[in-house]
Antibody, heavy 123, light 107 residues
Framework: EVQLVQSGAEVKKPGESLKISCKGF????????IAWVRQMPGKGLEWMGV????????RYNPSFRGQVTISADKSINTVYLQWSSLKASDTGMYYC????????????????WGQGTLVTVSS | DIQVTQSPSSLSASVGDRVTITCRAS??????LGWHQQRPEKGPKSLIY???SLQDGVPSRFSGSGSGTTFNLTISSLQPEDFATYYC?????????FGQGTKVEIK
């Protein structure tokens, strides 16, 4: 069974750094891109970026480039989302998701989601 | 970037009702569109990919249709567990884009 298991909720102060994780189970982790998706309180879903765990290929939504860093450690089937200096506006739920082309030669569809990591940034 | 506009933003319906949600893309995306369900206080779940293909385990009362720029998600007979927010996702181009969401509430 495919599962994406995310790290637990975090409470941080503005200016602090943070790294949250997403670990894949039940499939060949290096064969699928992993996406990060933000959901701010009471709002919709926003695509942040993707990482291919097999190499260093990372694509960011221009809206998030420079604000976060997506990395991976393929030896432990884990992708990370990292902030160097958090802001209150980073408060939200962050989901990882497995990307699937659904049999096409390209595409950024999603077939499985993690359970989410709540990040609260408050002084 | 391709944008997606979803409508309505919310609707009220009764158990057993037929419900249709629409997504419109700003450019032709062929059939590169999926639908995702998010129940209250839960993470999203993939329902449909490639416009009309159901993910494993998704009930047949859910169906998707469309191509090009206009797409529909239909629930043929609404069940209590279907009260949730639904999002479309265009995934033909990068960055992919979600619709704004449709909250389906109990009438």
């Amino acid at each position: 069974e495919v599962q994406l298991v995310q790290s637990g909720a975090e409470v941080k102060k503005p200016g602090e750094s943070l790294k949250i994780s997403c670990k894949g189970f039940g499939y060949t982790f290096t064969s699928y891109w992993i996406a990060w998706v933000r959901q701010m309180p009471g709002k919709g879903l926003e695509w942040m970026g993707v990482r291919y765990p097999a190499d260093s290929d990372t694509r960011y939504n221009p809206s998030f480039r420079g604000q976060v860093t997506i990395s991976a450690d393929k030896s432990i089937n884990t992708v990370y989302l990292q902030w160097s200096s958090l802001k209150a506006s980073d408060t939200g739920m962050y989901y990882c998701a497995r990307v699937n082309t659904f049999g096409q030669s390209y595409g950024w569809g999603i077939d499985y989601w993690g359970q989410g990591t709540l990040v609260t940034v408050s002084s | 970037d391709i944008q997606v506009t979803q409508s309505p933003s919310s609707l009220s319906a009764s158990v057993g009702d037929r419900v249709t949600i629409t997504c419109r893309a700003s450019q032709d995306i062929s059939t590169w569109l999926g639908w995702h369900q998010q129940r209250p206080e839960k993470g999203p779940k993939s329902l449909i990919y490639a416009t009309s293909s159901l993910q494993d385990g998704v009930p047949s009362r859910f169906s998707g249709s469309g191509s090009g720029t206009t797409f529909n998600l239909t629930i043929s007979s609404l069940q209590p567990e279907d009260f949730a927010t639904y999002y479309c996702l265009q995934y033909k181009t990068s960055p992919p884009a979600f619709g704004q969401g449709t909250k389906v509430e109990i009438k």
